[in-house]
């Protein structure tokens, strides 16, 4: 959406579609390194000599596989997962567990009642290629509780860690798309104007706490337009994990951080938790990671739509130190 926001803002063009797509339950399964050699040798040996000797090189570790989902999901330049630099972040802010498990509680309660109310409008049925008809994502879990939650092993430390299945952002396959257009655009064609992008903002974090990025990329865009927590009605934060989102609202109210990391000596504040993800956020419906950028900037434009408010902030972490903001007006 940037990149689009970016060719309307300089004239490049007038309109866009943008927005991406993701099939993480069609992640294939790879050969090993081991298993990779071995066949490009067995597919040099040119005699049958060759070829049965090596055959005899074949071992039973060459089988072993490799979940491309989970390399994908691996930095490697700090060699650690995603889940890994969660379970940083939950470490350096005294996260607990109950505190994770009670914010993702709240983000499937919210979306129950989204999907009840009909607050997820943007959402369009699809049909699989055996003509089934799929009307309401299906990470929905309306019986979770605590209870339930805290019965969930840690799954990226297993010994002493606190992010489980249950306090992550689901594994999804999903789609989105917007259209950006200019106003001569929108006056030519008579477009009807959900909101407008006042700007993005995008900041570079430590890539074991990749989690922080919305903390510096808001910051950035806030302080560029003299904003402060009032002047923004409603916050939408991709929901990575719940420690990683549990940790930006520690940073965005503690002025040491602010200070030592941002070079600002007064932080944002601490937010109203009312005003985030008010219809609940990916531990609920998923991260398909392609298309949760544009999932999570569409909705903020039809919450503002819907609370007649004036303007909100959509923020993301990236794999890598990553960090993006964008500032949304209702027009």
């Known amino acids: 959406m940037d990149s689009a926001f970016q060719d309307i803002a300089t004239g490049r063009y007038d309109l866009v579609l943008a927005g991406g797509t993701e099939a993480m339950s069609h992640t294939p399964i790879l050969y090993n390194d081991r298993m990779v050699q071995w066949l490009a040798g067995m597919s040099g040996a040119k005699t049958w000599g060759a070829k049965l000797k090596q055959l005899l090189?074949?071992?039973p570790s060459f089988f072993s596989p490799v979940v491309a989902l989970l390399r994908g999901l691996r930095d490697p330049l700090v060699n650690l997962s995603m889940g890994q630099t969660a379970e940083i972040l939950a470490k350096r802010f005294h996260i607990t567990r109950q505190a994770m498990d009670s914010f993702s509680l709240e983000s499937h309660r919210r979306?129950?009642?989204a999907q009840q109310e009909q607050h997820l409008s943007e959402i369009v049925p699809i049909y699989d290629i055996q003509g089934h008809c799929y009307e309401t994502d299906e990470g929905l879990r309306?019986?979770?509780s605590m209870e339930?939650?805290?019965?969930?092993p840690p799954f990226?430390?297993?010994q002493f860690g606190s992010v489980t299945a249950g306090n992550s952002s689901q594994v999804t396959d999903g789609a989105a798309l917007v259209l950006l257009a200019s106003q001569a655009a929108i006056d030519q064609y008579q477009l009807p104007v959900l909101a407008r992008?006042?700007?993005v903002s995008w900041a570079g974090v430590e890539p074991s706490e990749m989690g922080l990025g919305p903390v510096h990329a808001t910051a950035d865009l806030m302080n560029r337009y003299k904003l402060t927590q009032k002047d923004i009605d409603y916050w939408e934060i991709n929901e990575a994990f719940a420690a990683q989102v549990l940790a930006c609202l520690s940073a965005w109210n503690d002025d040491a951080y602010f200070e030592e990391n941002l070079g600002l000596k007064k932080a944002l504040g601490e937010f109203n938790p009312a005003l985030l993800n008010v219809d609940?956020?990916?531990i609920a419906i998923g991260h398909p990671i392609g298309a949760s950028g544009a999932r999570i900037a569409l909705h903020l434009a039809h919450v503002l739509k819907r609370q007649k408010a004036k303007q909100g902030?959509?923020?993301?972490c990236i794999g890598g130190g990553q960090g993006g903001a964008m500032l949304i007006e209702n027009v």
């Open 57 to 59: 090189e074949l071992r």
């Open 111 to 113: 979306m129950a009642l």
């Open 142 to 144: 309306r019986d979770s």
């Open 148 to 152: 339930k939650l805290a019965q969930l």
């Open 156 to 158: 990226f430390d297993k």
């Open 197 to 199: 992008i006042v700007d």
């Open 280 to 282: 609940g956020g990916a």
């Open 313 to 316: 902030i959509a923020t993301i």
